[in-house]
């Protein structure tokens, strides 16, 4: 996908800036996150996204991306990614997939979360868990990484250890920084090539998606949504994540990553001092 394109290095100031496009990605997903109850549509869930990020001064990098038509992408059940809102209702037991992006003077942000509506399947609560550990895994393997691809490892490792999920490969993660979609790709598995080096600068996007079933995926004919074609049910977390001099810095955490990486031993750089 990006493999032969040149990764953009951010400087200190521009991470300053995206720091501030991840932080109203935070605002928006936790404004969205909050609204999430049995009856609303997803096109409502996505007009508090979008007055979110009218409110900051900020714009969408999702709505009109390759022509995508809304500003969240939100995926219920056997939804992966790429879930247009719209009219359908949230559902008691729904397993809810929110992404949200921010622009900041130029400057993208990336986040997304998965949730369980009350009540709470056991299993679909495991699924979800499992896919935030995995996460925050891969974020902790990049602060003490060499190379990218000890991302992709932790991952698959920290999913292989929570239970019986399948990790999706057609869809991976990805540098980020005045360009939503940048080199490198970010893969959630094990592979030949180790990836590029990680150093001072490097911005990317972690997110892992897995689910119940198999690993398999279709687009429906929205050409936008992508299911699993078992139909099993499916979590897709994100973070934003910047490598600076001193350590890393989760852009689209409202405390930085701070309390999730501690758990792991992590410190999370200071991005002023
Ligand atoms: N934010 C998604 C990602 O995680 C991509 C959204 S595609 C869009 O990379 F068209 F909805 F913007
Ligand atoms: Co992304």
Redesign the pocket.
């Known amino acids: 996908m990006f493999g032969h394109e040149r990764i953009e290095y951010k400087s200190r100031d521009q991470i300053v800036l995206m720091r501030q496009a991840g932080l109203v990605v935070a605002d928006v997903l936790a404004a969205v996150r909050a609204a999430i109850e049995p009856g609303v549509t997803t096109g409502e869930l996505d007009k508090i996204g979008a007055d979110v990020i009218a409110t900051a001064g900020a714009t969408s990098?999702?709505l009109g991306?390759?022509g995508?038509p809304a500003t969240l992408?939100i995926s219920v059940n056997d939804e992966i990614?790429?879930g247009i809102p719209g009219g359908r209702m949230i559902k008691p037991g729904d397993v809810v997939s929110v992404?949200g992006?921010a622009i900041v003077d130029g400057w993208h942000g990336?986040s997304?979360f998965s949730m369980v509506v009350p009540p709470v399947d056991a299993a679909d609560a495991a699924l979800v868990a499992a896919c935030e550990d995995a996460l925050w895994a891969g974020i902790a393997a990049l602060a003490g990484a060499v190379r990218l691809g000890e991302v992709g490892a932790a991952v698959e490792d920290a999913v292989a250890k929570a239970g019986s999920y399948a990790i999706v490969r057609e869809y991976v993660g990805?540098g980020i920084g005045s360009a939503?979609?940048q080199a490198p790709e970010v893969r959630n598995f094990r592979t030949r090539d180790r990836g590029p080096r990680i150093v001072p600068g490097l911005c990317v996007?972690i997110?892992p998606m897995i689910t119940l079933g198999d690993r398999h995926t279709k687009i429906q004919d929205d050409d936008w949504t992508v299911v699993t074609v078992d139909a099993s049910r499916a979590a897709h977390w994100?973070h934003t994540v910047a490598v600076l001099e001193d350590g890393i810095l989760v852009l689209t955490a409202l405390d930085g990553g701070a309390a999730k990486l501690a758990e792991r031993g992590v410190r999370v750089a200071a991005l002023r001092d």
């Open positions: 990098n999702f991306y390759h995508y992408c990614v790429h992404d992006g990336d997304a990805h939503m979609h996007a997110e994100e």
